[in-house]
């Protein structure tokens, strides 16, 4: 019992002192990592310090190269101002130097104006004194003199002038009729239609003069149906195997015509189917024969209207289409839209198609078509001026013109009745013969031209130019005519002396 409380005491008393080496020992190794703790954290310190140090010393030396870098440029900037206003100092004196002189210059430009002036005064008194002088000498005043000496130079170079503007004058009209004739020329080529005359009158040819009594019928009865139903006067008179139809409707002519032919009453109606078939065939042959497109079928129906429509002869629809090429031919050699030429020469003369349906001209009838049918507006300004009726506002319009021109006034494209033909050729003698110093005058190829002889005596060169001048302005303003009217003034001279 004894032993083991001794062990237990013993183990007691080492435990004890375990726990007091093993505390000690701790603290010991506590205290040394402490103090190596404490010696890294004051190394660091110094040398944190050491780096402060350096870089301020490092941005103290950087200030101060600074400071030193603005100093030299402000006294860089001082010295360049001081230079500049050196400068200005000087150009201030030359300026005011300058200024003087011209001050000085002025002055002696004032005074030398002043006496020139004065100079002037005195000159146009003398002037004035020397005039009222001369005009007391010659009788004349000095606006008589002057007129008196521009009639003696104007004399004197009369025939130089008349030499120079002849040549002038033949010059451009050589050069122009050459550029034109080559347009033209080509424009024909390119085209050729052709062309059938038709008048007021259509005859439909019988087999046989017995078939007359049959189409009179019974107290005529069968004419009078005929004609109420058709609108024309059936004319059966003494010519052989023909009855002549009479009507201004060319559609309704050959309504007529076509119920004539087949003898019947029942086929006017069929007629006026057929005829309605052949309008519109006629309409899609012309867009067919130009190239336009895009048009509505019903205004291509208007359209074929016109192969039943004639002006001096000359069918309506036949010309529309010779326009069309020709003036698509000229655009296209100046340049100009050769489509819309052609679109527009083809439904220049569209208002023709109903002209006696509606009030008003065939261009403002043929606008109110084309703008219904929703026709480009280009189209409609280069067809509205065919006849001057408006002005010309693109170049096409001019070229529709032209080609309608050249196709009405070419050889054998129009024919006329004879009262008519006469009546304007005694009109355009008439023209001709109303001014003063006309000995006669003539009317040739067909009224395209006329020829005037004036009277020596009564007129030199340069005044038959004149004359001829204001007769073209009076003839183109007074009278009505297809195409142009060429004017011709011959004066002629002629002496006679005898030999003996």
Do not use: W
């Amino acid at each position: 019992m004894e032993i083991n409380l001794a062990l237990t005491i013993t183990g007691v008393i080492a435990l004890a002192v375990g726990s007091v080496l093993g505390y000690l020992t701790r603290r010991t190794i506590a205290k040394n990592q402490i103090g190596s703790a404490e010696a890294r954290l004051q190394k660091m310190t110094e040398e944190a310090k050491q780096e402060a140090k350096e870089t301020l010393m490092q941005a103290k030396d950087k200030a101060l190269k600074v400071v030193e870098e603005a100093n030299r440029e402000q006294k860089e900037r001082e010295q360049q101002i001081m230079r500049l206003e050196d400068r200005l100092e000087k150009r201030e004196q030359v300026l005011e130097s300058k200024n003087q002189e011209l001050d000085n210059k002025f002055n002696d430009l004032a005074q030398k104006a002043k006496k020139v002036k004065e100079i002037k005064e005195e000159l146009d008194q003398l002037l004035s004194k020397k005039t009222l002088e001369l005009e007391k000498v010659a009788k004349l005043s000095q606006e008589e003199a002057k007129n008196e000496l521009l009639a003696i130079v104007e004399k004197e170079q009369e025939q130089s002038l008349n030499e120079r503007v002849k040549k002038l004058e033949q010059e451009g009209k050589e050069e122009l009729e050459k550029k034109a004739r080559n347009i033209l020329t080509l424009a024909m080529q390119r085209f050729a239609g052709s062309q059938s005359a038709e008048v007021t009158t259509s005859s439909v040819a019988l087999p046989s003069d017995d078939l007359k009594g049959r189409i009179i019928g019974k107290e005529g009865r069968n004419i009078k149906t005929l004609e109420k139903l058709t609108g024309v006067e059936i004319i059966v008179d003494d010519t052989p195997g023909a009855i002549v139809i009479s009507a201004f409707d060319p559609i309704r002519r050959q309504i007529a015509k076509m119920a004539l032919e087949k003898r019947i009453e029942e086929t006017v109606e069929k007629a006026k189917e057929e005829i309605s078939s052949k309008i519109q065939e006629a309409g899609e042959a012309a867009v067919y024969d130009t190239g336009v497109a895009g048009l509505d079928p019903k205004l291509i129906r208007v359209l074929g209207r016109l192969r039943f429509r004639t002006s001096y002869g000359q069918n309506v629809l036949l010309h529309s289409v010779e326009v069309a090429h020709l003036a698509a031919s000229i655009a296209s050699e100046i340049g100009a839209d050769a489509n819309l030429c052609k679109k527009a020469g083809l439904l220049h003369d569209i208002g023709k198609a109903i002209t006696h349906e509606v009030q008003g001209s065939h261009v403002e009838i043929g606008k109110m078509i084309l703008q219904k049918f929703n026709v480009a507006p280009e189209v409609i300004k280069a067809m509205q001026s065919h006849h001057e009726e408006y002005p010309y506002e693109t170049l096409e319009s001019v070229i529709v013109q032209v080609a309608d021109q050249l196709s009405g006034a070419r050889p054998g494209a129009r024919k006329d009745t004879l009262e008519a033909y006469l009546k304007r050729l005694e009109e355009l003698e008439k023209v001709a013969n109303s001014f003063e110093g006309i000995e006669k005058s003539y009317a040739i190829q067909a009224g395209r031209e006329i020829r005037i002889f004036v009277q020596p005596d009564k007129m030199d060169d340069a005044q038959a130019r004149k004359v001829a001048r204001q007769i073209a302005d009076k003839v183109q303003s007074d009278l009505d005519y297809p195409g142009e009217i060429k004017v011709t003034v011959i004066r002629e001279t002629r002496v006679v002396e005898y030999a003996r």
